[in-house]
C-alpha cells in the first residue's frame, strides 16, 4: 500500500489529528505565552475564559522587562504594575470591598465657611457655597478602623454643630460623632463614632505606587447622594497647590468626577484599596472641571497612628 491509499483511506483520522494538534497549539501558546486573544492576554486571561495567570507569574514576566516606578529597586513591581488594563468587573469588585467603609457626614447646622472662592479660576475646596441649611449633607469620610474611628477633612467639620455620621455596612444607620484630631495644616480631621459591634474598615494602599493614568473610583456623597461612585484616572501623582493661602503639596490629581460632598471621601484603585482623601477641585464655575485633589494616604497613615490606639 502507497502513501496515497493510505491517505484516503485514514484521511477522517488524520484531519482529527490536525484539528487536536492545532487545538493543543492554540491552548498552550494562551495560557503560557499570552499570544492569542488579543485584549484577554494582556488581563492574564485566555481563550476559553480562565482566571487570571498566577500573580507570581506576572511578577516574573515584568521582572524579566525591569518594570519599575520611581523610588523602587530595580527587579520589583507593585501590585499596581500588574494590571495594564481593567475591566468593568474590577471596577465593581473595588467598589464593593471599599463602600461598607465609606459614610457620610451630616450635621444639624453649621456656621458660614467661606464666601466661596476668592477667585474663580482658583482651587477650592470641593463646596464653594456661602453657607449650610439645616440637617445639610458635608462631606464624606473612611471608616479606617472597626472600633469606629473616621477620617475625613478638616475643613468639612471645621465649623460644624452637632456632628452625625451615617454608616451603610449592613443598613443605612446614624450615629453621633465627635471629633477627637483636627489637622488643619493637612486638612485632616478624625471623627470617632460608638458602634454597637465592629464595623467595616477600608483597606489603606501605598499612595507611593501610584503611577499616572491608572484607573481609580472615587467614593462619597456628592449633592447628598449617598454611596456615589465615580471612575477616572490618574492625571498627576505630585501635584502643589495652594488653597486658601494653604499650601498642600504632592496631591494626586484625577479626572474621576469629585464635586460638593465628596471631601473626606476615598480615592481608590482597583484593587480596592484606598489610596488617598478627596479634597479639592479647580471649580472656575463652582462644579466640576475635570480636575480633582485628593491627598495621598500615605500622607494621612501617620495622623491616623498618632491618634488612634
Not at 477522517?12 to 492545532?22: G, K, M, R, T
Not at 514576566?61 to 520611581?70: C, F, G, Q, R, V
Amino acid at each position: 500500500m502507497n502513501f496515497k491509499e493510505w491517505l484516503s483511506e485514514n484521511i477522517l483520522w488524520v484531519l482529527v489529528a490536525l484539528v487536536v494538534i492545532n487545538f493543543l497549539i492554540v491552548y498552550w501558546g494562551t495560557i503560557n505565552l499570552g499570544i492569542y486573544g488579543g485584549r484577554d492576554s494582556l488581563l492574564g486571561w485566555n481563550l476559553l475564559g480562565r482566571k487570571k495567570l498566577l500573580v507570581q507569574e506576572q511578577v516574573a514576566a515584568a521582572e524579566s522587562t525591569d518594570l519599575t516606578s520611581p523610588g523602587q529597586r530595580s527587579g520589583t513591581v507593585s501590585s499596581t504594575n500588574l494590571l495594564l488594563t481593567c475591566s468593568d468587573d474590577d471596577l465593581a469588585s473595588a467598589f464593593a470591598s471599599v463602600r461598607p467603609a465609606v459614610v457620610n457626614i451630616t450635621a444639624d447646622k453649621t456656621t458660614p465657611r467661606r464666601g466661596g472662592p476668592a477667585l474663580a479660576s482658583t482651587v477650592a475646596f470641593d463646596d464653594p457655597s456661602i453657607q449650610f441649611i439645616e440637617e445639610a449633607s458635608l462631606g464624606s469620610g473612611v471608616i479606617v478602623d472597626r472600633r469606629g474611628y473616621i477620617v475625613t477633612n478638616a475643613h468639612v467639620v471645621a465649623n460644624a454643630v452637632n456632628i452625625k455620621v451615617v454608616t451603610f455596612s449592613s443598613s443605612r444607620t446614624v450615629y453621633s460623632a465627635v471629633i477627637i484630631r483636627k489637622d488643619m495644616e493637612n486638612d485632616i480631621a478624625i471623627l470617632k463614632i460608638e458602634p454597637e459591634s465592629p464595623l467595616p474598615a477600608a483597606v489603606l494602599g501605598d499612595s507611593d505606587m501610584v503611577k499616572v493614568a491608572e484607573t481609580v473610583i472615587t467614593i462619597g456623597s456628592p449633592f447628598g447622594l449617598e454611596q456615589t461612585v465615580t471612575a477616572g484616572i490618574i492625571s498627576d501623582d505630585s501635584r502643589n497647590l495652594v488653597i486658601d493661602g494653604q499650601a498642600y503639596d504632592e496631591m494626586l490629581q484625577t479626572d474621576a468626577a469629585i464635586n460638593r460632598g465628596n471631601s473626606g471621601g476615598a480615592l481608590v484603585n482597583v484593587s480596592g484599596e484606598v489610596i488617598g482623601i478627596n479634597t479639592a477641585i479647580y471649580a472656575p464655575t463652582g462644579v466640576f472641571t475635570g480636575v480633582g485633589f485628593a491627598i495621598p494616604i500615605n500622607k494621612v497613615k501617620p495622623i491616623i497612628k498618632e491618634t488612634i490606639r
